[in-house]
């Protein structure tokens, strides 16, 4: 396993045998080795992101499960944010979770804006990376919630070798 490897997600792919497909779209398929192997090249592309509050727009589901295993494994928080949100809700939420970096991923390329400089801080690279997710609640109003990687993948199977 890549030295970069070292946070949950990335460990999860890591016991996935890595020929195995992750992701098949109608022209591509990306192995886990593909996203094991392009960890270490995001991590040292992108190292200024280590221990910062990231949000992450991505044009395709493609590019979530390429770049979030490596993106997992720099930053203190990821806040998936939908597309077509509501600016003042943007707002609102980047506010709330303190990001300070947008990544928006297209076509598989990755361009970084940053929003705000906040004094350098250390992460632990053991800690758990808070996950934010937009939802519309009861209300229809959108709230921004907060989890963990194990509540997140709390109903995923961990038995690899089902997964053929």
Not at 107 to 129: H, L
């Amino acid at each position: 396993m890549n030295k970069q490897m070292s946070r949950k997600l990335a460990q999860l792919i890591g016991r996935i045998p890595r020929e195995r497909a992750c992701l098949i779209t109608g022209d591509r398929a990306i192995s886990y080795e593909e996203i094991i192997s392009q960890v270490d090249e995001f991590f040292n592309k992108y190292k200024y992101l280590k221990g910062k509050n990231v949000a992450v727009i991505a044009t395709e589901r493609v590019e979530l499960a390429y770049y979030l295993p490596a993106l997992e494994n720099l930053a203190r928080s990821i806040f998936l944010q939908p597309n077509g949100m509501d600016e003042s809700v943007v707002q609102r939420f980047y506010d709330a979770a303190n990001i300070e970096f947008v990544l928006c991923l297209n076509n598989m390329e990755v361009n970084a804006e940053i929003i705000k400089n906040k004094e350098e801080v250390n992460c632990d690279a053991g800690s758990d990376v808070i996950w934010y997710l937009a939802t519309s609640g009861t209300t229809g109003e959108p709230k921004m919630v907060s989890y963990t990687l194990e509540a997140l993948t709390s109903a995923v199977k961990k038995d690899v070798a089902k997964g053929e």
